[in-house]
Nanobody
Framework: VQLQASGGGLVQAGGSLRLSCENS????????VGWFRQAPGKEREFVGA????????QYSESVKGRFTVSRDRSKNTVYLHMDSLKPEDTAVYYC?????????????????WGQGTEVTVSS
């Protein structure tokens, strides 16, 4: 499993971005996928997760109602759609795949990580 996150950039507060997570080596359609972020000087934190079939999702309280995780199994891609962005959302965002059909909030439950994509939200 080799993941690649993309779609980051600079956006004004209140704007939207959609991040994509693709697996270039093989399908990860049977794996749970999570999104995490790390701001400068802070620990990596959980953002959202989705089960292998998309039936279950989970979000951190700080993004609930603003961010949506979805997946297109036919395209082998998982998305993080971010609306109503705030300056405090500024971070490097990472996607990660679990060995299991669904993993939760802990980074330790994810086996495969992609390189991050940077999101900067200006005020």
């Amino acid at each position: 499993v080799q993941l690649q996150a993309s779609g980051g950039g600079l956006v004004q507060a209140g704007g939207s971005l959609r991040l994509s997570c693709e697996n270039s080596k093989r399908t990860f359609s049977n794996n749970g996928v999570g999104w995490f972020r790390q701001a400068p000087g802070k620990e990596r934190e959980f953002v959202g997760a989705i089960s292998w079939n998309g039936a279950s999702t989970q979000y951190s309280e700080s993004v609930k109602g603003r961010f949506t995780v979805s997946r297109d199994r036919s395209k082998n891609t998982v998305y993080l759609h971010m609306d109503s962005l705030k300056p405090e959302d500024t971070a490097v965002y990472y996607c990660a795949a679990s060995r299991f059909s669904y993993s939760g909030t802990s980074p330790s439950t994810y086996a495969y990580w992609g390189q991050g994509t940077e999101v900067t939200v200006s005020s």
